[in-house]
């Protein structure tokens, strides 16, 4: 249980479960025995230096016979896609008693500013960058999210949280009834704030028209790219990001279905799949990779493991890998 409730991304959901790495078992004992800490949250981890951007610990959990991976990922607060290129070939709906299931809970830092809210729209993952307090460490808080689908993308660009919203009601817009209609599932003109209601119980509206970041009454889908072009998060999620974020937050969408990163003399690549309608080639994103590694090897030397990156490349796991020498692979 010490453990448990030292590491971030590994924090008491699920006691026992996870199979921790020898060395990061020393590293948190030791912060056990020289630093008062309290219980970590999941999904938070403190901010390494502007040098360096890679934050958390992948992890391994047994599955259970009752468990779905859908539900390991709501638990951990891993999105729908997320958990199903982490665990390719493993059944998503009947994983099987004791199957080793990974837990994609280690995360480059978007290319962007550290500051307010930013979503990665491929990687479906919103993180959250509080204003750092006196006497406290720097910290990212990350959900995961859905986003648009490809015919209602999610916009990219700046813009900030204009104005909270609890218990919100939705009229949805003629383009969505006629949608609804079509499909034979008609949707009322106006849905008052309740259980029926789509968006949940919070919303933080966008100062880009008719776009929020909000709640769902449909919680397993959040992971996917299922809305007609809001940013969607689990209950749990939106709950806690709304008692934290103020009207006037920024909020910075960006499009990296590759990020690069350092943890100290080590670079890791992260890489998922692009969005459908941006149709990049595998050559495109070897060269997208390639120019982000010069950039990284001006700021340091870097002895590349070009296994590594071609692997990368091709399984789009989501999940970060080192690509050069050094001595945190």
């Not at 990061?24 to 981890?45: E, G, H, Q, R, V």
Request: proline letters at 10%; a negative charge.
């Amino acid at each position: 249980m010490l453990f448990n409730s030292l590491l971030p991304g590994i924090s008491g959901r699920r006691p026992g479960r996870w199979h921790v790495p020898a060395s990061i078992k020393k590293y948190a004992l030791l912060l056990a025995l020289c630093t008062p800490l309290t219980p970590a949250l999941a999904d938070t981890y403190v901010l390494p230096s502007a040098d360096d951007s890679v934050v958390g610990w992948a992890g391994e959990v047994q599955a259970r016979q009752e468990d779905t991976l859908a539900d390991i990922a709501r638990e951990l607060q891993v999105g729908h896609t997320e958990m199903r290129l982490a665990n390719p070939g493993i059944d998503f709906w009947l994983p099987g008693e004791g199957t080793p299931v990974r837990i994609p809970t280690r995360y480059v830092l978007p290319d962007a500013e550290r500051k307010g809210i930013v979503l990665n729209v491929p990687e479906m993952r919103l993180y959250y960058f509080p204003e750092e307090q006196h006497f406290e460490d720097p910290v990212v808080v990350t959900y995961p999210v859905s986003i648009g689908r490809m015919d209602l993308s999610t916009p990219l660009g700046i813009t900030r949280v204009t104005a909270k919203v609890k218990n919100p009601s939705w009229t949805p817009p003629q383009s969505i009834l006629e949608e609804a209609a079509k499909a034979g599932e008609p949707l009322p003109t106006f849905i008052p704030p309740g259980p029926d209601n789509p968006l949940g119980e919070h919303a933080l509206r966008l100062g880009l028209p008719s776009y929020l970041i909000h709640g769902t009454n449909r919680p397993y889908g959040v992971g996917m790219r299922v809305t007609h072009g809001c940013v969607r998060m689990y209950p749990e999620d939106i709950e806690r990001l709304f008692s934290q974020v103020a009207v006037g937050t920024p909020v910075n969408i960006v499009n990296q279905p590759i990020k690069l990163g350092w943890l100290r003399d080590t670079l890791f690549i992260e890489v998922h799949p692009p969005l459908e309608e941006d149709t990049a080639s595998q050559g495109e994103l070897q060269r997208i990779a390639l120019e982000l590694i010069k950039q990284a090897d001006s700021e340091r030397p870097v002895e590349l493991l070009g296994r590594n990156l071609k692997r990368a490349l091709r399984e789009q796991s989501g999940m970060p890998v080192a690509i050069s020498r050094g001595t945190e692979m």
